[in-house]
């Protein structure tokens, strides 16, 4: 049963570049959340997307996008990064019909350095 | 939403209980209470869900007063694998209409279990 894997494992760019950062959740799962989380910080939620739409956002600007395909694995992506995007981004898949699903499965993340 | 507070850090010894308590004094009727766990560079790991009174599983318990004001995360022979981030997280119960619940991390509690 393949858990929730994303790539690429670290990244480094510069300021004013875009990135795309990818999640494939696990096996079974429908819903992919997106959160990021600063050093020493818990995760901050990003959106959440399911049946290829975007659900919820969370406290983040428009150059934070994403995508859901059909496979139900995810996109994340960051267009003119700034030096404060510099995080470990995290994907989280869950059950959309589960009930009550807080139990959600996080991959290991993308580390991203913006220099 | 209900907003969590935790001890920054705690320290343990190997084979004694560990119990790390959160207040969440503005917890709404319908909030779950839930535990995850992070080590570094992983993503969090779900632990353990309630509502209300003890639940146990095969990781740890979970104790919660009666007022639900606070609970307190068990871990019954602490080792040194414990060692790890702990966060508590309560709220956004019920999610957006056709939305699935997002997660709401605090900064969480650094567990560190000596030898």
């Known amino acids: 049963d393949a858990g929730v894997t994303q790539s690429p494992t670290h990244l480094i760019k510069t300021r004013g570049q875009q990135v795309t950062l990818r999640c494939s959740p696990k096996?079974?799962?429908?819903?992919v959340s997106w959160y990021q989380q600063a050093l020493g910080q818990g995760p901050q939620f990003i959106f959440q997307?399911?049946?290829?739409?975007?659900?919820q956002r969370g406290n983040f600007p428009d150059r934070f996008s994403g995508h859901q395909f059909p496979n139900y694995s995810s996109e994340l992506n960051v267009n003119a990064l700034l030096l404060g995007d510099s995080a470990l981004y995290l994907c989280?898949?869950?059950?959309?019909?589960?009930?009550?699903?807080?139990?959600?499965?996080f991959g290991p993340g993308t580390r991203l350095t913006v220099t | 939403l209900a907003k969590t507070t935790q001890p920054i850090s705690m320290d343990s010894y190997e084979g004694q209980e560990v119990n790390i308590t959160c207040s969440h004094n503005n917890i709404a009727t319908n909030d779950y209470i839930t535990w995850y766990q992070q080590f570094p560079s992983q993503g969090p790991r779900f632990i353990i869900q309630?509502?209300?009174t003890k639940v146990t599983n095969e990781v740890a318990s979970l104790f919660i007063p009666a007022d639900r004001k606070s609970s307190t995360l068990s871990l019954p022979r602490g080792s040194l694998s414990d060692t790890a981030v702990y966060y508590c997280l309560v709220g956004d119960n019920p999610p957006p209409l056709d939305s699935s619940y997002k997660l709401i991390f605090g900064s969480g509690t650094r567990l560190l279990v000596r030898p």
């Open positions: 989280a898949s869950s059950l959309f019909l589960a009930d009550r699903n807080y139990e959600q499965y």
């Open positions: 096996s079974g799962h429908d819903t």
């Open positions: 997307y399911y049946e290829e739409e975007e659900r």
């Open positions: 309630g509502y209300k």
